[in-house]
T-cell receptor
Framework: GEDVEQSLFLSVREGDSSVINCTYT??????LYWYKQEPGAGLQLLTY?????DMKQDQRLTVLLNKKDKHLSLRIADTQTGDSAIYFC?????????FGAGTRLTVKP | EAGVAQSPRYKIIEKRQSVAFWCNPI?????LYWYQQILGQGPKLLIQ????????DSQLPKDRFSAERLKGVDSTLKIQPAKLEDSAVYLC????????????FGPGTRLTVT
């Protein structure tokens, strides 16, 4: 397909793990990114992964990349209420960036 | 390090009026982007500058939108005349010319056209 695809909503309980999935479009994408957007704010870069990697871990965040299926996921361990936000995956062909529509993560106490 | 600055934060105008948005990127960032984010969607690139030259404006509706970055630092995005469907958040981002090309975003300008 032509679009970067994400599921629109995810709801988890505080303390559980969250997994947000994304399917991107171009197997030549050099970098893949996860951004977080809180209400009324711009996008904040959370993490990125280079296309020759299949996993990257950064504290509570784990990114998994399956190049064959063009599938990217973001796992947030021990999800907190402060993690409630919209999460965007994006692919980059070095300078041109394409975003998904975002997954709204709701964390219930 | 100061982030990307944008102003105004909010703007309400009537259709057919004109509006301008301003962006000041992170110091030293050569590349500047303007995105349009319609409610419920991801950002869509409108125009990309490298220094004061346009790299990509293929998605910019040139009949009503214009943008400039005259001295390779600040940028303005203008809409004239505005339509109802231009209601969106306009995000500015900047990136360094080397490395991962990660983009740093400003807080955005929320435009409402009535």
């Amino acid at each position: 397909g032509e679009d970067v695809e994400q599921s629109l909503f995810l709801s988890v309980r505080e303390g559980d793990s969250s997994v947000i999935n994304c399917t991107y479009t171009d197997s030549s994408s050099t970098y893949l990114y996860w951004y977080k957007q809180e209400p009324g704010a711009g996008l904040q870069l959370l993490t990125y992964i280079f296309s020759n990697m299949d996993m990257k871990q950064d504290q509570r965040l784990t990114v998994l990349l399956n190049k064959k299926d063009k599938h990217l996921s973001l796992r947030i361990a021990d999800t907190q209420t402060g993690d409630s936000a919209i999460y965007f995956c994006a692919e980059s062909l070095k300078r041109d960036m394409r975003f998904g529509a975002g997954t709204r993560l709701t964390v219930k106490p | 390090e100061a982030g990307v600055a944008q102003s105004p934060r909010y703007k309400i105008i009537e259709k057919r009026q004109s509006v301008a948005f301003w962006c000041n990127p992170i110091s030293g960032h050569a590349t500047l982007y303007w995105y349009q984010q319609i409610l419920g969607q991801g950002p869509k690139l409108l125009i990309q500058f490298q220094n004061n030259g346009v790299v990509d404006d293929s998605q910019l509706p040139k009949d009503r939108f214009s943008a400039e970055r005259l001295k390779g630092v600040d940028s303005t995005l203008k809409i004239q005349p505005a339509k109802l469907e231009d209601s969106a958040v306009y995000l500015c981002a900047s990136s360094a010319i080397r490395g991962t090309w990660e983009q740093y975003f400003g807080p955005g300008t929320r435009l409402t056209v009535t």
